[in-house]
Each structure stands twice: as structure tokens, then as C-alpha cells.
Nanobody, 120 residues
């Protein structure tokens, strides 16, 4: 069925930047929204940012102003530009998408996650 593949994770120094990408492929009729969540060891998974197919966005307060979510609908891809990274941003970042695979059938899909480590 649907597959989400993240890329762009890695290790950076505090204050550095990374850009994450997530491409959806498979049986896709339309994508209602795509977003990013993250989970640090011992903590709950939390919302980072979401974007609808029309471009409406929402950010968690701690990421507002530093992170920017965008998408390319033609490529079924969502991006997360992360600037001014802090050690507390270290987490596994997961891509999420709400996808209609065919008329009347909608599902919530997740990628495997990509590790982001911010340390000196």
C-alpha cells in the first residue's frame, strides 16, 4: 500500500540546520495532510508541524520560528527545514500523512523515522 520514506536526518552541532524530506508513494488518490512528529528517549511522541494540501500549517510552540514545514503536492513530498537546532531537538522524527488511497478509503500512515542528533 502506501509507503512514506524520510530522509535528511543526521547529526549537527547546536545552532546548525537540517532539512528533512518525506516522500509518499504507492496507491494515493489524494493527501489531506502531511506532518512531522518527534520522539525523544523516555518521552512521549509530540507534534512538530503539519501542513494541509492547501498549505495551511500548524506548529508546536517550541518549534515556531525555527522550523518551517512545506510541501510539494506534485511530488507527494513534505519538507521540514530546521534552523537554530538545540540539543533538546534530538529525537527520532517521524513523517505522518493522512491519505485517501481511493474514493471512500482514508488512512493514517507513518514513516519509519529518521534520527536527528544535535550535539557538540
Amino acid at each position: 500500500q502506501v509507503q512514506l520514506v524520510e530522509s535528511g536526518g543526521g547529526r549537527v552541532q547546536p545552532g546548525g540546520s537540517l532539512r528533512l524530506s518525506c516522500a509518499a508513494s504507492g496507491s494515493i488518490f489524494s493527501i489531506s495532510s502531511m506532518g512531522w512528529y518527534r520522539q525523544a528517549p523516555g518521552k512521549q511522541r509530540e507534534l512538530v508541524a503539519v501542513i494541509t494540501s492547501s498549505g495551511s500549517t500548524n506548529y508546536a510552540d517550541s518549534m515556531k520560528g525555527r522550523f518551517t514545514i512545506s510541501r510539494d503536492n506534485a511530488k507527494n513530498t513534505v519538507y521540514l527545514q530546521m534552523n537554530s537546532l538545540k540539543p533538546e531537538d534530538t529525537a527520532v522524527y517521524y513523517c505522518n500523512a493522512v491519505i485517501t488511497v481511493r474514493i471512500g478509503v482514508r488512512g493514517d500512515y507513518w514513516g519509519r523515522g529518521t534520527q536527528v542528533t544535535v550535539s557538540s
